[in-house]
């Protein structure tokens, strides 16, 4: 079946640094991706939809000059969080659709800021 | 690995109940979760179940785990056109970081 990937899985970094996020899709193209947030045993939150070739659509809240995200591939979709803080520590997922609209979640990466 | 499985179509009536089915893997699993996503939206949470629970109902929801088949189903009762959406099953083990979901049910309800 379709996977969709993320890297790094797990990632530590010093406040006030940037940290980038991959989501691939491994054996599909996807024309859409989706960036979610999670904070333990809550909801996922809908950060933002990217569209390939386009500026992604964020949510209303989500600081897109924080957490930039670029579509560059039918494959590839990058999240970058900029000037990381503690309160941004979360697990981020991404997941990906495919031309029949099924939507493929990636592992998730977990964010610790210090 | 782990992994979440469930039927990708169901279509109901309207007034019937839905049974949406989903199996996992993880026999660590602690949270079981019931998402639900409505077209050009995210996620949004249902119910979530822990796993020394059998059976939690809020509502017109109902959710059914067999721990033992690792058997997880969510009914809904009175479907209503407005039920209309993909369904999606996860899990997630102690301390409820990681969570694994399965490629969701698309809910077809006819009036």
């Known amino acids: 079946g379709a996977v969709v990937s993320q890297h790094p899985s797990w990632v530590i970094c010093k406040s006030g640094t940037s940290v980038k996020i991959e989501c691939r899709s491994l054996d599909f193209q996807a024309t859409t991706m989706f960036w979610y947030r999670q904070f333990p045993k809550q909801s996922l939150m809908l950060m933002a939809t990217s569209n390939e070739g386009s500026k992604a659509t964020y949510e209303q809240g989500v600081e897109k000059d924080k957490f930039l995200i670029n579509h560059a591939s039918l494959t590839l979709s990058t999240l970058t969080v900029t000037s990381a803080h503690p309160e941004d520590s979360s697990f981020y997922i991404c997941s990906a659709r495919d031309k029949a609209d099924t939507q493929y979640f990636g592992p998730g990466t977990r964010l610790t800021v210090l | 690995g782990e992994d979440v499985e469930q039927s990708l179509f169901l279509s109901v009536r309207e007034g019937d109940s839905s049974v949406i089915n989903c199996t996992y893997t993880?026999?660590?699993?602690?949270?079981l979760y019931w998402y639900k996503q409505e077209p050009g939206a995210g996620l949004q949470l249902l119910t979530y179940i822990f796993s020394n629970m059998d059976m939690k109902q809020d509502q017109r929801l109902t959710v059914l785990l067999n721990k033992k088949d690792k058997h997880l189903s969510l009914r809904i009762a009175d479907t209503q056109t407005g039920d209309s959406a993909i369904y999606f099953c996860a899990e997630s083990n102690t301390g409820g970081f990681k969570t694994i979901f399965g490629a969701g049910t698309r809910l077809f309800v006819k009036a």
């Open positions: 993880d026999s660590s699993s602690t949270y």
